[in-house]
């Protein structure tokens, strides 16, 4: 019982000593902590994260984005939708993963139009992923309505991920 509250005790200590260095001044200390959050599947660092994605350097958000859709928190949802516009590509990129790790219904349209027209063939890529990840028929009408992409490396990923939904039978969840 003592072995228990003690590995608690330590547990909530490295919890609280993330939330400290994703607030410090060193950048190296920032990134690594909010990629630390996301590991420790504690829903308490949904807050600092969410502050984390107005970061002044990008390899901070990024990460805190992404490490916001390993926690599943719907509460990010909005924040990562705004975040897909920002002009930064590891922004938006940082964003589509988060939220594919949501799975939220509200991000198929604004995924949607990061896929049909963003300028970053990676993050358009990524945003076909996430929608099949997200699922149901607004994200599969999507991804239909652009199976056609000029770009090849895109059109493969929209044909793979409609493969994914059609195989996981994720039709109208």
Do not use: C
């Not at 992404?66 to 930064?88: F, M, N, T």
């Not at 099949?132 to 999507?142: E, F, V």
């Amino acid at each position: 019982m003592a072995e228990m509250d003690e590995e608690e005790t330590r547990k909530e200590e490295l919890f609280f000593q993330l939330i400290a260095l994703l607030q410090t001044e060193t950048l190296n200390f920032r990134w690594r902590a909010a990629e630390a959050l996301g590991k420790e599947k504690d829903l308490r660092a949904v807050g600092p994260l969410i502050e984390a994605l107005s970061d002044e350097y990008v390899d901070v958000s990024w990460i805190a984005a992404k490490s916001l859709g390993q926690l599943g928190d719907p509460e990010a949802v909005p924040h990562l939708i705004k975040l897909l516009h920002h002009e930064d590509k590891w922004n938006r990129l940082g964003a589509v993963i988060g939220l594919a790790g949501i799975g939220d219904k509200r991000a198929v349209e604004p995924v949607a139009d990061i896929l049909k027209n963003d300028s970053d063939r990676k993050v358009r890529k990524e945003a076909a992923k996430a929608l099949s990840r997200i699922g149901g028929d607004a994200a599969r009408k999507a991804l239909e309505m652009m199976k056609d992409d000029e770009d090849e490396v895109v059109q493969k990923a929209i044909l793979d991920a409609l493969k994914r939904m059609k195989k996981s039978g994720s039709k109208t969840n």
